[in-house]
């Protein structure tokens, strides 16, 4: 199993990026996927999960700004996060939940004015 996230960088508050994690390993469709984050100093927090059958979910302190989003014939799954706030800040990781010891390299996110 190999997760690579990317898409991470510098935005300002109240900015947007978008971010991608390709599968490789894993018949991707069948699993449910999930975003992670971890501040420095922190515990590494779950934001958000899209399961094989496209339902979503998130941590109440993204919903309504983050969107999480699969494309299953590119074994990708897709972060967008808008109205970027300063302790949305970390690095962001994706991770099948069915294979939960393969975590990848992540991307970092920072929102800094």
């Known amino acids: 199993v190999q997760l690579q996230a990317s898409g991470g960088g510098l935005v300002q508050p109240g900015g947007s990026l978008g971010l991608s994690c390709k599968a490789s390993?894993?018949?991707?469709?069948?699993?449910?996927m999930d975003w992670y984050r971890q501040a420095p100093g922190k515990e590494r927090e779950l934001v958000a999960t899209?399961?094989?059958?496209?339902?979503?979910s998130y941590v109440d302190s993204v919903k309504g700004r983050f969107t999480v989003s699969r494309d299953n014939v590119r074994r990708t799954t897709y972060l967008q996060m808008n109205s970027l706030r300063p302790e949305d800040s970390g690095v962001y990781y994706c991770?099948?939940?069915?294979?939960?010891?393969?975590w990848g390299e992540g991307t970092l996110v920072t929102v800094s004015s």
């Open positions: 991770n099948c939940r069915s294979f939960p010891s393969y």
């Open positions: 899209i399961n094989s059958d496209f339902t979503t």
């Open positions: 390993g894993i018949n991707f469709r069948l699993y449910i």
